[in-house]
Protein backbone atom coordinates (compact mmCIF):
# COMPACT_ATOMS: atom_id res chain seq x y z
CA UNK A 1 0.00 0.00 0.00
CA UNK A 2 1.18 3.47 -0.96
CA UNK A 3 0.70 5.56 2.55
CA UNK A 4 2.61 2.49 4.21
CA UNK A 5 5.76 3.13 1.41
CA UNK A 6 5.11 6.75 2.40
CA UNK A 7 5.58 6.52 6.50
CA UNK A 8 8.55 4.00 5.62
CA UNK A 9 10.74 7.09 4.31
CA UNK A 10 12.35 9.43 6.51
CA UNK A 11 15.09 11.56 6.76
CA UNK A 12 18.14 9.13 6.45
CA UNK A 13 21.53 11.11 8.48
CA UNK A 14 23.56 7.61 9.57
CA UNK A 15 25.09 5.75 6.73
CA UNK A 16 26.84 3.10 6.26
CA UNK A 17 30.23 3.14 3.97
CA UNK A 18 28.88 0.16 2.12
CA UNK A 19 28.44 1.21 -1.79
CA UNK A 20 24.94 1.33 -3.59
CA UNK A 21 24.50 -1.35 -6.18
CA UNK A 22 24.51 0.13 -9.74
CA UNK A 23 20.89 -1.78 -10.40
CA UNK A 24 19.59 -0.29 -7.08
CA UNK A 25 21.07 3.56 -7.89
CA UNK A 26 19.37 2.47 -11.85
CA UNK A 27 15.91 2.03 -9.78
CA UNK A 28 16.04 5.22 -8.02
CA UNK A 29 17.18 7.34 -11.01
CA UNK A 30 14.41 5.82 -13.03
CA UNK A 31 11.71 6.97 -10.37
CA UNK A 32 13.15 10.49 -11.19
CA UNK A 33 12.80 9.83 -15.06
CA UNK A 34 9.33 8.52 -14.50
CA UNK A 35 7.77 11.52 -12.48
CA UNK A 36 5.54 13.80 -13.71
CA UNK A 37 6.19 17.68 -14.75
CA UNK A 38 4.46 20.62 -16.01
CA UNK A 39 3.45 19.64 -19.92
CA UNK A 40 5.40 16.90 -19.62
CA UNK A 41 9.05 18.90 -20.02
CA UNK A 42 11.16 17.21 -17.98
CA UNK A 43 13.43 20.03 -17.10
CA UNK A 44 16.11 17.67 -15.13
CA UNK A 45 19.49 16.73 -14.85
CA UNK A 46 20.57 14.20 -12.72
CA UNK A 47 24.54 13.74 -11.69
CA UNK A 48 25.27 10.67 -9.59
CA UNK A 49 28.67 11.97 -7.56
CA UNK A 50 30.05 7.87 -6.12
CA UNK A 51 33.93 8.77 -6.33
CA UNK A 52 35.76 9.54 -3.01
CA UNK A 53 37.14 12.55 -4.97
CA UNK A 54 34.33 14.31 -5.96
CA UNK A 55 32.31 13.42 -2.80
CA UNK A 56 35.10 15.45 -0.88
CA UNK A 57 34.53 18.46 -3.28
CA UNK A 58 30.86 18.54 -2.71
CA UNK A 59 31.30 17.61 1.21
CA UNK A 60 32.44 21.64 0.88
CA UNK A 61 29.08 22.84 -0.34
CA UNK A 62 27.02 21.76 2.54
CA UNK A 63 29.55 21.15 5.99
CA UNK A 64 27.41 18.34 7.80
CA UNK A 65 29.87 15.55 9.11
CA UNK A 66 26.89 13.06 8.81
CA UNK A 67 26.34 14.45 4.78
CA UNK A 68 30.17 12.72 4.54
CA UNK A 69 29.14 9.34 4.96
CA UNK A 70 26.83 9.01 2.09
CA UNK A 71 28.85 6.46 -0.37
CA UNK A 72 26.60 8.14 -3.20
CA UNK A 73 25.39 11.79 -3.68
CA UNK A 74 22.74 12.29 -6.75
CA UNK A 75 23.08 16.42 -7.45
CA UNK A 76 19.14 16.93 -9.16
CA UNK A 77 18.87 20.17 -11.47
CA UNK A 78 17.14 22.03 -13.36
CA UNK A 79 16.31 23.77 -16.59
CA UNK A 80 15.04 27.13 -16.34
CA UNK A 81 15.01 26.87 -20.40
CA UNK A 82 13.02 23.61 -20.47
CA UNK A 83 10.37 24.35 -17.65
CA UNK A 84 7.05 25.38 -18.12
CA UNK A 85 6.03 28.81 -17.39
CA UNK A 86 2.53 29.72 -16.05
CA UNK A 87 0.56 33.15 -17.75
CA UNK A 88 1.62 35.14 -14.75
CA UNK A 89 5.41 34.22 -15.09
CA UNK A 90 5.57 31.25 -12.49
CA UNK A 91 8.38 29.16 -13.29
CA UNK A 92 7.95 25.13 -12.12
CA UNK A 93 11.32 23.91 -13.01
CA UNK A 94 11.07 23.81 -8.45
CA UNK A 95 8.36 22.25 -8.51
CA UNK A 96 8.91 19.46 -11.35
CA UNK A 97 12.56 19.08 -9.80
CA UNK A 98 10.69 18.44 -6.39
CA UNK A 99 8.30 15.82 -7.57
CA UNK A 100 11.27 13.84 -9.15
CA UNK A 101 13.50 13.82 -5.96
CA UNK A 102 10.32 12.89 -3.91
CA UNK A 103 9.78 9.86 -6.23
CA UNK A 104 13.60 8.57 -6.02
CA UNK A 105 13.05 9.45 -2.31
CA UNK A 106 10.33 7.03 -2.27
CA UNK A 107 11.81 4.37 -4.51
CA UNK A 108 14.91 4.38 -2.69
CA UNK A 109 13.16 3.65 0.34
CA UNK A 110 10.89 1.00 -1.16
CA UNK A 111 14.75 -1.35 -1.87
CA UNK A 112 16.28 -0.41 1.61
CA UNK A 113 17.98 2.85 0.90
CA UNK A 114 17.92 6.01 3.02
CA UNK A 115 18.40 9.28 1.62
CA UNK A 116 17.77 13.44 3.29
CA UNK A 117 16.41 15.70 1.16
CA UNK A 118 19.76 18.61 1.25
CA UNK A 119 18.40 22.23 0.25
CA UNK A 120 20.91 24.16 2.35
CA UNK A 121 24.26 24.18 0.07
CA UNK A 122 26.30 26.26 -1.09
CA UNK A 123 24.52 26.42 -5.19
CA UNK A 124 27.66 28.32 -6.48
CA UNK A 125 30.26 26.35 -5.41
CA UNK A 126 27.83 23.30 -6.40
CA UNK A 127 27.91 24.51 -10.14
CA UNK A 128 31.69 25.06 -10.10
CA UNK A 129 32.57 21.52 -8.98
CA UNK A 130 29.71 19.76 -11.23
CA UNK A 131 31.29 22.20 -14.25
CA UNK A 132 27.67 22.93 -14.57
CA UNK A 133 26.41 25.40 -17.66
CA UNK A 134 24.74 28.78 -16.43
CA UNK A 135 21.52 27.18 -17.69
CA UNK A 136 21.39 24.17 -15.19
CA UNK A 137 21.14 25.51 -11.47
CA UNK A 138 21.35 22.82 -8.76
CA UNK A 139 18.61 22.02 -6.98
CA UNK A 140 18.38 19.33 -4.63
CA UNK A 141 21.19 17.48 -3.40
CA UNK A 142 20.32 13.75 -2.52
CA UNK A 143 22.88 11.86 -0.55
CA UNK A 144 21.63 8.06 -1.16
CA UNK A 145 23.05 4.59 0.83
CA UNK A 146 22.01 2.03 2.91
CA UNK A 147 21.23 2.76 6.83
CA UNK A 148 24.14 2.60 9.09
CA UNK A 149 21.56 0.73 12.10
CA UNK A 150 18.72 -1.27 10.39
CA UNK A 151 16.65 -0.18 13.20
CA UNK A 152 16.44 3.03 11.65
CA UNK A 153 14.25 1.59 8.93
CA UNK A 154 11.62 1.22 11.51
CA UNK A 155 10.68 4.69 11.27
CA UNK A 156 9.42 6.24 14.49
CA UNK A 157 6.57 8.40 14.27
CA UNK A 158 7.09 11.46 12.85
CA UNK A 159 5.37 14.54 14.60
CA UNK A 160 2.92 16.02 11.89
CA UNK A 161 0.21 17.80 12.12
CA UNK A 162 -3.61 16.60 12.46
CA UNK A 163 -5.27 16.16 9.35
CA UNK A 164 -7.89 17.61 9.84
CA UNK A 165 -5.81 20.65 10.87
CA UNK A 166 -4.68 21.10 7.43
CA UNK A 167 -7.76 20.31 5.45
CA UNK A 168 -10.47 22.68 4.67
CA UNK A 169 -13.61 21.84 1.96
CA UNK A 170 -14.66 24.25 -0.68
CA UNK A 171 -12.49 27.32 0.63
CA UNK A 172 -9.27 28.26 2.92
CA UNK A 173 -11.75 28.79 6.77
CA UNK A 174 -14.35 25.41 6.44
CA UNK A 175 -13.71 22.61 8.02
Known amino acids: M ?9 SLRKFKPQSVEKEKLEIVL ?17 IVVEEKENL ?24 HRQSWKRSDGKDHCDIDIAIAVDHM ?9 GTCWVCNFNR ?12 LEPI ?10 ETLMEKKELKR ?10 R ?3 K
Open 140 to 149: ALLPLGYPAD
Open 56 to 79: KKLWDTYQREWFRQAPVVIVACGD
Open 30 to 46: EAGRLAPSACNNQPWFF
Open 2 to 10: FLDLARKRF
Open 161 to 170: KNLYDIIFFE
Open 105 to 113: TLAAADIGL
Open 172 to 174: FGL
Open 124 to 135: VMCSSILNLPSY
